[in-house]
C-alpha cells in the first residue's frame, strides 16, 4: 500500500462518520477473543488433567497441539472453509486450536508445580481426588495458569485480524477494506486499535492474577539483626559477651 504524498495518514472525517462500522469491530474482535479463549481453556485444561492423571498421554496430546500450532493460518483457513463454509465456525476453529498448546503447556507446569508435601499432606487428609485438584492443585497452579491464558488471549487478539478472511475478523475487517482499496486510515485505525485491545487485555490478567494469587507476591519479611542481641543471650547465659564473636 502506497500513500500519496497529499493523502493524510489517517483521515479524522472519515474515522468520525465510521464510529458505528468501528464499534461493531471492537465488539466482534473481542467476543471472537473471549469465545477463543474460553473454549481453548476448557479443552486445554480436560487435556491437563487427563495428563496428570495418566502422565503417558501427555506427549501426544501435546504433539497434535503442537502441529495444530504450527499449520500457518492461511493454510488452516483453506482447509476449513471448503468444509465449513465462510462465517464465525472457521474462525472458532482455527482460533482456538491456536490457544490450545499454550494453554495445555502452562496448564501442566502449574499442576507439576504443586509440591509433593503438599498432595501428601492433602491425600493424608482425607481429600478425595477430585476435591484436591479444586482445593489445592488449582488454587496453587493459578499462577502458570493464568500467564498461559494472558499470552494465549494476547496472540488470539492479533489472529483474529487474519480471521477477516473467513469473514468474521474484527478490526481485520477495517485492514482487509483499507488494504483492497489502497486507503491508509482504515489499516492504521484497524492496527492501532488491535494493539490497544492486546494491551488491555494483558493488563486485566495481570489484574486478575494480583486479586486471585496474592500470596504470590509477597515476599518474607526478615527481621533486621540486632548487634547487641548475642551479647545480651550470652549475659543470660552466664557467659562474658567478650567470648561471643558478632560476624559484620
Avoid at 471492537?26 to 477473543?33: G, N
Avoid at 477495517?174 to 482504515?186: A, E, Q, V, W, Y
Amino acid at each position: 500500500m502506497i500513500v500519496a504524498a497529499d493523502e493524510p495518514l489517517v483521515r479524522w472525517d472519515w474515522v468520525g462518520d465510521h464510529l458505528d462500522d468501528i464499534r461493531a469491530d471492537a465488539i466482534e474482535h473481542v467476543q471472537l477473543t473471549v469465545l477463543a479463549v474460553g473454549l481453548g481453556f476448557v479443552l486445554a485444561m480436560g487435556m491437563a488433567l487427563m495428563a496428570r492423571r495418566w502422565r503417558w498421554t501427555y506427549g501426544p496430546l501435546a504433539g497434535f497441539c503442537a502441529v495444530v500450532y504450527a499449520i500457518p493460518s492461511l493454510a488452516l483457513f483453506g482447509i476449513l472453509v471448503p468444509i465449513t463454509g465462510l462465517g464465525i465456525v472457521p474462525a472458532e476453529i482455527a482460533l482456538v486450536g491456536y490457544t490450545l498448546l499454550i494453554l495445555l503447556r502452562n496448564n501442566v507446569a502449574g499442576f507439576d508445580g504443586v509440591s509433593a508435601p503438599v498432595l501428601e499432606a492433602a491425600d493424608g487428609m482425607g481429600y478425595e481426588p477430585w476435591r484436591r485438584v479444586l482445593r489445592i492443585d488449582l488454587p496453587l497452579a493459578l499462577p502458570a495458569i493464568i500467564a498461559g491464558l494472558r499470552i494465549a488471549t494476547v496472540t488470539t487478539v492479533g489472529l483474529v485480524t487474519v480471521a477477516s478472511l473467513v469473514g468474521k475478523g474484527g478490526f481485520g475487517n477495517l485492514i482487509n477494506d483499507g488494504l483492497g482499496r489502497d486507503f491508509s486510515t482504515p489499516v492504521v485505525v484497524g492496527t492501532v486499535l488491535s494493539v490497544a485491545l492486546a494491551i488491555v487485555f494483558d493488563l486485566l490478567f495481570v489484574l486478575l492474577e494480583r486479586v486471585a494469587t496474592p500470596w504470590a507476591r509477597k515476599a518474607p519479611r526478615i527481621a533486621p539483626i540486632d548487634p547487641g542481641m548475642p551479647a545480651r543471650i550470652a549475659t543470660s547465659l552466664g557467659v562474658r559477651p567478650e567470648e561471643v564473636a558478632v560476624d559484620g
